[in-house]
């Protein structure tokens, strides 16, 4: 079993920066692919950004060149970097884990483990 617990979210005006953390516990970190999502009342989660054990990295089209996902393995924490945030980015945000092959970590399903998530609210 591993447990996530994320941090990090809160207020910011449009344009600033936050960094989520993502801190696992449980087990290591250091085989999983981890993942970022973010979800608004009424829609579906969407993928934002995920980090492959080898330190590969993929976006969504909508924060790429804004967002960074990180990895510490040391500290058991993954990590999002957000920058340049508009109003478009609030939402829930969560971190997931999956032991899934690469090609299938944008999709929801295919993560094994979550975060109770955290709010990013971006004010215009």
């Known amino acids: 079993q591993v447990q996530l617990v994320e941090s990090g979210g809160g207020l910011v005006q449009a344009g600033g920066s936050l960094r989520l953390s993502c801190a696992a516990s449980?087990?290591?970190?250091?085989?999983?692919?981890m993942g970022w999502f973010r979800q608004v009342p009424g829609k579906e989660r969407e993928f934002v950004a995920a980090?492959?054990?080898?330190?590969?990295?993929t976006y969504s089209t909508d924060v790429k060149g804004r967002f960074t996902i990180s990895r510490d393995d040391a500290k058991n924490t993954v990590y999002l970097q957000m920058n340049s945030l508009t109003p478009e980015d609030t939402a829930v945000y969560y971190c997931?884990?999956?032991?899934?092959?690469?090609?299938?970590?944008?999709?929801?399903?295919?993560?094994?483990?979550w975060g109770q998530g955290t709010q990013v609210t971006v004010s215009s």
């Open positions: 997931a884990a999956a032991s899934t092959h690469w090609a299938f970590i944008k999709t929801v399903s295919n993560y094994d483990y």
């Open positions: 980090i492959r054990w080898t330190g590969g990295v």
């Open positions: 449980g087990r290591t970190l250091n085989s999983y692919t």
